[in-house]
C-alpha cells in the first residue's frame, strides 16, 4: 500500500496549513490513518491519528489546534494545524494501518509511511 502526502510547504507563525494523503494500492481496509513528524535531531513523534470509526486522538502539543479527518471512500486524510508556531516545523509523514489484498480470498496486514513533507514554520 501506498501513501502519498501533499501540502506543506513554508508558513508564518500564526498562520494555518492543509496536509492530505492518499492511500492506493490493495487496499482492503484501513483501520487507522495518522500523521506524524519529526524534526531536526529528534525522534518521530505522533501529531494525531482517526480510526474508520472516526476516533482521533491529537498529540497535547497540537491539542486545540489541529483538526484530523478521513474520507474511507478515498481512503485519504487530512490534517488542519491553525496557529502555527515555530516549533511546528518538522518533516511530516503520513501513515496508516490495516489489511490489504493478497489474493481473492486472502488478507494480510500493513503498516506503510507516506514520503515526508516538510513544513517551514517562521516567526
Known amino acids: 500500500v501506498q501513501l502519498q502526502a501533499s501540502g506543506g510547504g513554508l508558513v508564518q507563525a500564526g498562520g494555518s496549513l492543509r496536509l492530505s494523503c492518499a492511500a492506493s494500492?490493495?487496499?482492503?481496509?484501513?483501520?487507522?490513518m495518522g500523521w506524524y513528524r519529526q524534526a531536526p535531531g529528534k525522534q518521530r513523534e505522533l501529531v494525531a491519528f482517526?480510526?474508520?470509526?472516526?476516533?482521533?486522538n491529537y498529540a497535547d502539543s497540537v491539542k486545540g489546534r489541529a483538526t484530523i479527518s478521513r474520507d474511507n471512500a478515498k481512503n485519504t486524510v487530512n490534517l488542519q494545524v491553525d496557529s502555527l508556531k515555530p516549533e511546528d516545523t518538522a518533516v511530516y509523514y503520513c501513515n496508516a494501518e490495516g489489511l490489504r489484498r493478497v489474493s481473492e480470498f486472502s488478507v494480510t496486514s500493513f503498516a506503510s509511511w507516506g514520503q515526508g513533507t516538510q513544513v517551514t514554520v517562521s516567526s
Open positions: 494500492g490493495s487496499i482492503f481496509r484501513i483501520n487507522v
Open positions: 482517526i480510526t474508520s470509526g472516526s476516533v482521533t
